[in-house]
């Protein structure tokens, strides 16, 4: 169960952070890297600079985020650390907002970085938390099967919905506070993970312990 409520939270952080990045940081996405490459394309296509640098942008700072990220691997702590890393860069994020609304580009960099060392911890956990196209479409398949593992997809497609609606509704009547939302969600993740881990580390106590 911690597991599923860190991926759901996660999941809505990303939907904050990818709303944020298209409304208000220049138009491309965060956390999702095909649809900035189709963008990207298109603006090589009529060789417009201006649409150009936000995708490429985004799609470097993910890149960045899943290498750095990557790194995990060799730290003893294969999910917690690096969600906590995730959480230093957009509480960053959200004090470079208040300072600095102007500097769509850096913060998208930086969102970028995040969602792509997001995508890297979700990846150890056996689930997408950024970009959902593979989710639904196991959702959908595991739905015609009848195997019931597609409320796990479905479950991180509604966290995604959930945050992207609270992401936007913040931009329309509370701009400064929506990179600090996404702070919370992340926050939440890490209290989350870091208790279930430490259940698992203690074991079982009272008459069931061995």
Known sequence: MNRAIVLALLAACAGVVDVWAVVALGGAFAGVVTGNLVTAGHAVAVAD???????????????????????????????????LA?????????????LAPAATLPLLAGAAVAMGGQSSVARLLGEST???TGTLTGAV????????????????????????????????????????VAVLLAGA??????????????????PDAP
């Open 141 to 180: 398949a595991d739905l015609v099967t009848g195997d019931g593992r597609r409320w796990s997809a479905l479950r991180q497609l509604g966290a995604l919905v959930l945050g992207a609606v609270a992401g936007g509704l913040l931009l329309e009547h509370l701009r400064p506070a929506v990179p600090a």
């Open 130 to 132: 950024t970009y959902m």
């Open 86 to 98: 995730e959480l230093v860069v957009l509480v960053a994020l959200a004090v470079a907002w208040l």
């Open 189 to 206: 993740a890490v209290v989350v993970h870091a208790v279930g881990a430490r259940r698992v580390q203690d074991g079982p106590v009272g």
């Open 49 to 83: 600079p201006v649409e150009l640098l936000p995708p490429a942008v985004a799609v470097a700072g993910f890149v960045a985020g899943v290498g750095l990220w990557s790194l995990h691997r060799r730290w003893r702590d294969a999910v917690s650390a690096p969600l």
